[in-house]
């Protein structure tokens, strides 16, 4: 059975259990609050977050645990030893379902991302 389609970042939200659709907000929030100049979307039938039509940021919900990526394995790589404690792959890391969101981590992932948008435009 092929998966729902969401055509809001509201309606994949009201699709999850309470917990793992505030964690998701939260982290949205979070972006959208410290980086206004981006928007949030579902593309890949997840929540993302742009800036100018490139991908900055992602996170899905999972049965056991959401997901973040940066979309970029440069940058993953380079926060390796702060991910430490996350199960890490080469685009992503693993999060609690009820995870209170690292604000500066998150904060520092995202300008890490967007400098790399940046260099990759020069």
């Known amino acids: 059975m092929p998966s729902p389609r969401f055509p809001s970042i509201e ?21 959208l609050s410290k980086f206004p100049e981006l928007q949030s979307k579902i593309s890949w039938n997840v929540p993302t977050i742009h800036r100018n039509g490139k991908y900055v940021a992602g996170i899905a919900a999972y049965s056991k645990h959401l997901t973040f ?7 993953i790589a380079d926060f390796r030893v702060r991910l430490k404690k996350y199960v890490v792959f080469q685009n992503c890391f693993q999060i609690p379902v009820d995870w209170k ?8 992932l995202v300008k890490a991302r967007l400098a790399e ?4 435009s020069a």
């Open 11 to 31: 309606k994949y939200l009201a699709s999850l259990d309470p917990i793992k659709a505030a964690t998701i907000r939260s982290v949205l929030d979070l972006i």
């Open 69 to 75: 990526a940066p979309w970029s394995p440069t940058i």
């Open 101 to 108: 969101p690292d604000r500066k981590l998150l904060t520092d």
């Open 117 to 120: 948008l940046d260099s990759q």
